[in-house]
C-alpha cells in the first residue's frame, strides 16, 4: 500500500514530488493470515504538519507486490524513478494537525490477499 501526503499546493499529476507532496510505501506480510478476514484496519499517526490548521488531503492507495525496501543483489531499492504504479485509491481523510491517529478500513484488500 502507497500512502500520499499532498500537502499545501500539490504537485501535477506528471511530477508529483514538487510542493509538498509525500509518499511513503508500506508492505505488511500476510502469509500467516488464515481463515476469513472480517475486519482489518491501517492506523497512523499523524507526528508533524508543516502549517497547522490547514487541510492536508492523506490519501492510501494499493500497489503492486514487486517492489523491495532495500538493495541486494537481486534489484534496485525503490526510488522516485523505479516506485510502483499507482494502483486504486483505497480511501481519503483531512489531516489539520499533529497528534491524531488516523484510521483506514483496509478488509477488503486485506481479504482479497
Given at each position: 500500500?502507497?500512502?500520499?501526503?499532498?500537502?499545501?499546493?500539490?504537485?501535477?499529476?506528471?511530477?508529483?514530488?514538487?510542493?509538498?507532496?509525500?509518499?511513503?510505501?508500506?508492505?505488511?506480510?500476510l502469509?500467516?493470515?488464515?481463515?476469513?478476514?472480517y475486519?482489518?484496519?491501517?492506523?497512523?499517526?499523524?507526528?508533524?504538519?508543516?502549517?497547522?490548521?490547514?487541510?492536508?488531503?492523506?490519501?492510501?492507495?494499493?500497489?503492486?507486490?514487486?517492489?523491495?525496501?532495500?538493495?541486494?543483489?537481486?534489484?534496485?531499492?525503490?526510488?522516485?524513478?523505479?516506485?510502483?504504479?499507482?494502483?486504486?485509491?483505497?480511501?481519503?481523510?483531512?489531516?489539520?494537525?499533529?497528534?491524531?491517529?488516523?484510521?483506514?478500513?483496509?478488509?477488503?484488500?486485506?481479504?482479497?490477499?
Amino acid at each position: 500500500m502507497r500512502f500520499k501526503n499532498a500537502a499545501g499546493a500539490s504537485g501535477s499529476d506528471t511530477n508529483k514530488n514538487t510542493g509538498n507532496n509525500r509518499r511513503a510505501y508500506l508492505k505488511f506480510p500476510l502469509t500467516s493470515v488464515t481463515g476469513s478476514v472480517y475486519d482489518a484496519s491501517l492506523n497512523l499517526y499523524v507526528f508533524a504538519v508543516q502549517t497547522a490548521n490547514m487541510d492536508i488531503s492523506m490519501d492510501l492507495y494499493s500497489t503492486v507486490d514487486n517492489w523491495r525496501e532495500v538493495t541486494d543483489a537481486g534489484g534496485a531499492s525503490i526510488n522516485w524513478q523505479n516506485k510502483p504504479v499507482d494502483g486504486p485509491l483505497i480511501s481519503s481523510t483531512i489531516v489539520r494537525n499533529a497528534g491524531y491517529w488516523k484510521k483506514f478500513s483496509v478488509t477488503s484488500q486485506t481479504a482479497a490477499e
